[in-house]
């Protein structure tokens, strides 16, 4: 390359019409995943206080915000549950209760717009009274009956017509046994979106707040959650996760782990998604609310981030704001 002054990098910045002729990385509603917290009461929303602008939905409401997603031209929404203590219990019963609020939440989301697609979050911690994701036996997480509920669940959540289970616990072959029922079952179609790496991160107290498990959770999730110091093992995991079955990975949390983001799309070429969680969310939100960043400015330069990273989309509470703002 020729050295300055022949080589002047800035004349394609000096306006707009070649900043975009020259643009590497483009982001469009396409990209988003409107990630929403489901509730179990009959108020129709219930504000987040630790997530301003956020709001629990319940059944009737969460139609009404499947239609706006369609009109915004978000392609797809991920469903999150918050369920009365009462319906909670050391096994997670609830969790395989055909008619609870996930179940009735896709059902009526897919009969009033078909055209969404809907993924939903194949878990045990909304449902434990222990606030962890598996079958615990004192202090343990007992890896392989975890395992045996969560593809219970999946086959539930598929035949209530969601289009993606995306089981988020990291237990060890939770993918394989759930890739196996949903064969055996006949639902071939219904995809896999893994938590493929995440990581036992401080990101997620805004959520566990939201889906009510931050007073219940007993410990940590050291034990099955990644360590944050870790990327090659993100590998192994993923690895592990395509093999088994996996269509579509994702990386969670976001913005701290896009190099983690890089690694694996460069090396897997793998549908690769980042979850935009609940404490990038609060951070932004508090940062905006009092004049110390412009709101719309970092919402879509941290969006851009993940596109650059690598991924094909992201799971994001800023989703219909990113999409209004796309659209016009």
């Not at 070649?18 to 009461?41: H, M, Y």
């Not at 602008?53 to 999150?80: M, S, T, W, Y």
């Not at 694996?264 to 609940?278: G, L, R």
């Not at 989703?319 to 796309?326: G, Q």
């Amino acid at each position: 390359m020729a050295a300055y002054p022949y080589t002047r990098l800035r004349r394609t910045r000096q306006a707009n019409w070649s900043r975009r002729l020259v643009r590497e990385n483009t982001l469009t509603r396409d990209d988003l995943i409107w990630t929403i917290v489901l509730s179990d009461g009959a108020d129709k929303r219930a504000p987040v206080p630790s997530m301003p602008g956020v709001d629990r939905v319940n059944l009737k409401e969460i139609v009404k915000e499947a239609q706006r997603a369609r009109d915004l031209g978000i392609p797809a929404i991920a469903l999150f549950p918050h369920v009365n203590p009462k319906f909670k219990d050391a096994a997670a019963s609830e969790a395989l209760n055909r008619n609870g609020l996930v179940p009735e939440a896709v059902r009526a989301v897919k009969a009033a717009v078909p055209e969404i697609g809907v993924i939903v979050d194949v878990a045990l911690d909304p449902y434990t009274d222990h606030g962890h994701d598996g079958v615990m036996e004192g202090d343990t997480i007992k890896n392989d009956p975890t395992v045996e509920l969560l593809a219970e669940s999946a086959i539930i959540l598929a035949e209530a017509g969601a289009d993606i289970v995306a089981p988020s616990d990291m237990m060890d072959g939770r993918v394989g046994a759930i890739r196996e029922a949903l064969e055996s079952g006949g639902y071939s179609d219904v995809m896999i979106m893994s938590y493929a790496a995440k990581y036992a991160s401080g990101f997620y107290g805004p959520y566990r707040d939201a889906i009510g498990t931050a007073s219940a959770l007993k410990g940590d999730k050291r034990t099955y959650q990644m360590d944050p110091s870790n990327s090659d093992e993100a590998l192994r995991e993923v690895e592990q996760d395509i093999i088994e079955g996996a269509d579509m990975v994702m990386v969670k949390p976001g913005m701290p782990y896009l190099d983690i983001i890089r690694r694996i799309k460069d090396e897997f070429a793998m549908p690769t998604y980042a979850f935009q969680v609940s404490g990038e969310y609060a951070m932004m939100m508090a940062a905006a609310q009092n004049g110390w960043l412009d709101e719309k400015r970092i919402i879509m330069e941290s969006l851009m981030g993940f596109k650059r990273a690598g991924c094909d989309g992201v799971l994001t509470y800023f989703a219909p704001k990113a999409a209004e703002w796309l659209k016009h």
